[in-house]
């Protein structure tokens, strides 16, 4: 058979050729046993550059570099599509102007009333995926190293800042216990505030450095009766209620696979803002769903709650909603609940009703 009867072959399926020539961003095309291009689609052209009168009757080689050609690796191609019903591979292939680009080709063997007449190939180019891929890993990387950085620079600032504050401190305390008598009554007040705020500054950096600890350290995940320790964690914590009045329930028989002390802070900060952020006679509520397979671990209450435009902003460091003065904290707790739960693979979130109470969830992996 020539070139011309090939080529008339196709064209004399009309809706065929119509399909065929439909479909641009994928290469479909048919060869023979020996590898001879039989028909060529619109995608050949637009994915390899070449003509139909170019490549129909030539052997599909053409496409594959040297090296490839080299190294008989296009009959090599057809041998294990025909071995394994099928073949595929993500390879370089070369285009008519000689440009490379990344090839993901598919090669199936073609039977005809039963016989073996040849090959149908399906080629897309994925150089652009490809490219996507390794700029999103390498923007990926440089986050990762960038936040490494700023973890460092967190962690030694608030190391280098600890000492100088807490002697300021206790020299301001030594001039409150010797030379308080020789001080007005309005010194006395300056030193008052003075210590009150070197205190608070000093809790601040005391929780960032633990924060930045938090990220580093391995995770030694163990099975967890997380049921007793949420039962252990309300014994200190929910004493502490509004009026000391609150109770809490926890669901039987709960477990996790999880690092121990890791989850412990976790339901820590979780339990003790239930009891902190509450309402005298406030429920506290502990327990685990199953959704798609998955747990999801809770901690309710029914407090004095947030606007849930906020329910994201709280996972930050040092966010708070509510004053110092009626509720005491620095706003670190569940940005340490967050880097806890995302070390172990997991994601928490939060829903609330102001006035009503809130729960917060989270998954471990
Ligand atoms: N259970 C809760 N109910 C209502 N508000 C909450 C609750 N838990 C946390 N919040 C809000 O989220 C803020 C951040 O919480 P957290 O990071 O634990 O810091 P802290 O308790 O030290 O303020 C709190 O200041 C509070 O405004
Ligand atoms: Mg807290």
Redesign the pocket.
């Known amino acids: 058979m020539n070139q011309e009867q090939l080529i008339h072959e196709v064209e004399s399926d009309p809706v065929l050729n119509l399909f065929l020539n439909s479909i641009t961003d994928q290469a479909v095309l048919t060869v023979d046993a020996h590898g001879i291009i039989r028909t060529w689609s619109e995608g050949c052209r637009h994915i390899k550059g070449y003509t139909a009168a170019e490549t129909i009757g030539h052997h599909f080689g053409m496409f594959y570099t040297p090296e490839d050609r080299e190294r008989d690796h296009p009959d090599e191609n057809l041998r294990m599509a025909l071995k394994d019903g099928q073949y595929h591979e993500e390879r370089i292939r070369v285009r008519k102007d000689g440009e490379r680009f990344i090839a993901e080709v598919s090669i199936y063997p073609v039977k005809e009333k039963g016989q073996f007449i040849g090959f149908a190939k399906i080629v897309k180019d994925v150089s652009a995926r490809r490219l996507l891929g390794k700029q999103r890993d390498a923007f990926r990387e440089e986050l990762r190293l960038s936040n490494l950085e700023l973890e460092s620079f967190c962690y030694f600032l608030a190391h280098d800042l600890h000492s100088p504050i807490r002697a300021i401190i206790a020299h301001c305390r030594i001039v409150q216990e010797d030379f308080s008598s020789a001080l007005p009554p309005e010194a006395r007040a300056h030193l008052e505030t003075l210590v009150r705020n070197g205190l608070r500054l000093g809790m601040l950096v005391d929780d960032l450095l633990k924060f930045a600890r938090l990220g580093h350290g391995e995770l030694k995940r163990s099975d967890i009766d997380v049921s007793a320790m949420v039962q252990q964690l309300a014994k200190d914590l929910v004493p502490q209620c509004h009026c000391g009045n609150g109770s809490i329930e926890v669901q039987d028989g709960v477990r996790a696979n999880a690092d121990q002390s890791l989850l412990e802070l976790v339901l820590y ?1 979780l339990i003790e ?2 009891c ?2 509450s309402e005298p006679g406030v429920t506290i509520r502990f327990g685990k769903d199953i959704v798609e397979k998955q747990p999801i671990y809770h901690v309710q ?1 029914t ?4 606007e849930m435009q906020y329910a994201q902003k ?1 996972f930050e460091p040092f ?4 004053g110092n003065a009626a ?1 005491k ?7 340490n609940v967050k880097r806890i739960v995302e070390r172990h693979g997991g994601t928490v979130w939060a829903e ?1 009703v102001l006035g009503k109470g ?1 729960t917060f969830f989270f998954t471990l992996s």
């Open positions: 900060n803002n239930a902190k952020y209450d407090g004095i709650g947030f709280l966010q708070r909603l509510h509720y904290g620095t706003g670190i707790g569940l940005a609330s809130s």
